[in-house]
């Protein structure tokens, strides 16, 4: 009878074992972690994993083929356009392609990704959004591939913003992948612009990315998360819910730590030197910064405030890296006429001195 109730006893104790350090979080030996960095250790021992950080994104190789011609459009004033299409992580997304009418450089053109702010993403249009600002870099002489990012037009995949996502970063390197491989760009000459939301784009794609020679932000946000608890936003770019999951690939990207549903509910709590915070961070991963940086806002900028910018330019000085700064007394979000033009030459003779 001792024997047969040892029996039923030992498979019952081992199960009841298993099950408890399953649900503890033990973690076990020999477990790959996929899709994550190790960004932050608890006292338990368990390891949280974010998609947003720092180290994690630079140990993924992120590869993309060369832009496909989807449809020719009619031409510039001394350039070509182009929809053409590429792929990120397995989407397929769009994006407007204007290539210089003249003869190629012998190692081919300079060429400049160029990242769209927020817009709603049903409501954005490839061909309409930012026109202006493409065709004023692209008849300076540059191969301009301005993105539409997942989700947003006619591109594959779910929008999701960039403050507490991978998604449109990834989509960013690999729109530059994507141009290394075009025949008329060399490879070399690489920049990259961003506005508002794409400002933090332009940051952490550069500190993931030693291909970008020079980044180009207009009015941009959010490098440290401390300045987002500082001085907030007025976008709709990315609003975390508390009951969302990351589930699925089309999810794989995005934040979902408890640590970020502080970011707006009690950001007076949050500890932004402790291990989660310092590795999605961009200031905190400055050191990763091998190129140069130009920043242009508007004081008067009521969307992005100006604060973002001037905490960005501390931490580059104190860092050593190459940089200038321009403030306007006007011009707004956008920056607009006629601070608009001494922004974009500024812009243009920046990408001409750098690529």
Do not use: C
């Not at 449809?71 to 929809?83: A, P, Q």
């Not at 400049?112 to 002489?141: C, E, M, R, W």
């Not at 999810?251 to 999605?280: C, G, H, L, M, Y």
Request: charged share 20%; aromatic share 12%; net charge negative.
């Amino acid at each position: 009878m001792k024997k047969l109730f040892a029996l039923i006893l030992l498979p019952a104790l081992a199960v009841s074992v298993f099950y408890f350090f399953r649900v503890r979080g033990v973690p076990r030996e020999n477990t790959k972690i996929t899709n994550a960095s190790v960004t932050s250790e608890k006292n338990t021992g368990s390891v949280y994993n974010s998609p947003i950080g720092i180290e994690y994104l630079r140990s993924q190789k992120i590869e993309s083929n060369a832009p496909a011609i989807e449809e020719v459009l009619s031409d510039g004033s001394n350039y070509k356009r182009y929809i053409a299409s590429y792929i990120s992580e397995g989407n397929k997304v769009y994006g407007l392609l204007t290539v210089p009418m003249e003869a190629p450089p012998e190692k081919g053109f300079p060429a400049v990704v160029f990242n769209h702010g927020y817009i709603p993403p049903a409501q954005y249009i490839t061909t309409q959004n930012y026109a202006s600002y493409v065709d004023y870099l692209a008849k300076n002489g540059f191969v301009v591939f301005k993105i539409d990012f997942r989700g947003n037009g006619e591109s594959e995949g779910d929008p999701s913003g960039s403050y507490f996502s991978s998604a449109y970063t990834i989509d960013a390197v690999s729109a530059v992948k994507s141009l290394q491989k075009y025949e008329s760009v060399n490879p070399e000459r690489i920049g990259m612009w961003g506005h508002s939301m794409s400002g933090n784009v332009v940051l952490r794609s550069m500190l993931i990315s030693e291909d970008i020679k020079a980044g180009v932000i207009w009015a941009g946000a959010v490098y440290s998360y401390a300045d987002f608890a500082q001085y907030g936003i007025s976008d709709n770019s990315y609003v975390h819910k508390p009951y969302e999951t990351r589930e699925g690939k089309q999810e794989q990207n995005r934040e979902i730590s408890p640590e970020v549903q502080k970011i707006r509910t009690e950001p007076d709590k949050i500890d932004f030197s402790n291990d989660f915070w310092s590795a999605v961070s961009l200031t905190q991963n400055i050191k990763y910064l091998s190129g140069a940086v130009q920043l242009h806002h508007s004081v008067n900028d009521s969307v992005v405030n100006i604060g973002y910018t001037r905490n960005l330019e501390d931490v580059l000085k104190s860092a050593g890296k190459d940089y200038s700064v321009y403030e306007y007394e006007g011009g707004g979000h956008n920056i607009v006429s006629p601070y608009y033009e001494t922004a974009m030459q500024r812009t243009v003779e920046f990408f001409k001195e750098k690529l």
